[in-house]
């Protein structure tokens, strides 16, 4: 069946610019969850959908980082105005509910030059 | 501040002998704990997980061990095999201030199994 996936895989952005990045969770998932992984580092915590309400965006690192997804399937996180310390990769995951098994996307490398 | 802690950024183990993986946590509060795989180029896959009420989860070559006292878990893998080969993370499943799950990960540990 079909996993999470993401798009693009990677994205190399000029600083300064916008990035949209999207993710396609896991059909039926309710839960979907956004995570930032540096290099050498585990994946970070952003922020958490259940289904299109965003309920804790307490990992986001600044207000130029946005996350939606308004019918509660896609989600798009973006982020304006980049800056080199946001090259990472992007990692997506869903889950069904009340699972503490997420499935996670293959992620967005983005590099910030 | 580091909840979820991997101190061993890399091991190498002999194809067929037993792979030990460690983490150390410090929040008392978490609940549930999980081991994710993750290849080059790929997503965390989930493995094997663990409750808090339980000390020992099993699932064919792979083990989970739990010691709440000393807020330590390991991943046992044996007998290990060339496709094991990949970077690991635990992880630790909290309730945040507004109520939903929550996975904090350690920063991996790089398993190379040797043929």
């Known amino acids: 069946g079909a996993g999470v996936s993401q798009s693009p895989r990677y994205k190399v952005a000029k600083r300064g610019q916008d990035v949209a990045l999207r993710c396609d969770p896991i059909?039926?998932?309710?839960?979907l969850f956004w995570y930032q992984q540096a290099l050498g580092q585990g994946p970070e915590f952003l922020t958490y959908?259940?289904?299109?309400?965003?309920?804790?965006k307490s990992g986001l690192p600044s207000d130029r980082f946005f996350a939606e997804r308004p019918e509660g399937s896609v989600s798009t996180l973006k982020i304006q105005r980049t800056q080199q310390e946001d090259s990472a990769v992007y990692l997506c995951?869903?889950?069904?509910?009340?699972?503490?098994?997420?499935?996670f996307g293959p992620g967005t490398r983005l590099t910030v030059t | 501040d580091q909840q979820v802690k991997q101190n061993s950024p890399s091991l190498s183990v002999q194809e067929g002998r037993i792979s030990i993986l460690n983490c150390d946590y410090t929040?008392?509060?978490?609940?549930?704990f999980l081991w994710y795989k993750k290849y080059p180029a790929e997503g965390p896959t989930f493995l094997i997980s663990?409750?808090?009420?339980?000390d020992k989860n099993e699932d064919g070559r792979f083990t989970v061990f739990l010691n709440k006292s000393a807020k330590h878990l390991s991943l046992h893998i044996v007998p290990s095999q060339p496709g094991d080969s990949a970077v690991y993370f635990c992880?630790?499943?909290?309730?945040?201030?507004?109520?939903?799950?929550?996975?904090?990960f350690g920063t991996g540990t790089r398993l190379t199994i040797i043929p």
């Open positions: 995951a869903s889950s069904y509910g009340i699972s503490y098994e997420q499935y």
């Open positions: 059909s039926g998932h309710v839960s």
């Open positions: 959908f259940q289904n299109e309400a965003q309920l804790d």
């Open positions: 929040n008392s509060m978490f609940d549930y």
């Open positions: 663990i409750s808090s009420i339980k």
């Open positions: 992880a630790a499943n909290g309730i945040s201030n507004f109520g939903n799950e929550k996975l904090t």
